[in-house]
């Protein structure tokens, strides 16, 4: 299942607040800006930096 738009526009990374972009084929939330990817399992996204990986 794909994030809504709904939940996407209202999602922030958690260290920058800035916006995050869904990485639909990763299943991932990415920040550009703090080169920080976040995983969604079960539909959920996992927004805890210390679970983060870098984007390469």
């Not at 972009?21 to 996992?46: A, F, M, W």
């Amino acid at each position: 299942m794909v994030l809504s738009r709904e939940l996407l526009e209202k999602l922030a990374c958690p260290r920058c607040k800035g916006e995050m972009d869904y990485n639909q084929d990763k299943n991932r939330l990415d920040c550009h800006q703090c080169r920080l990817s976040y995983r969604v399992v079960d539909d959920i996204p996992v927004l805890l930096i210390d679970e983060a990986e870098t984007i390469q």
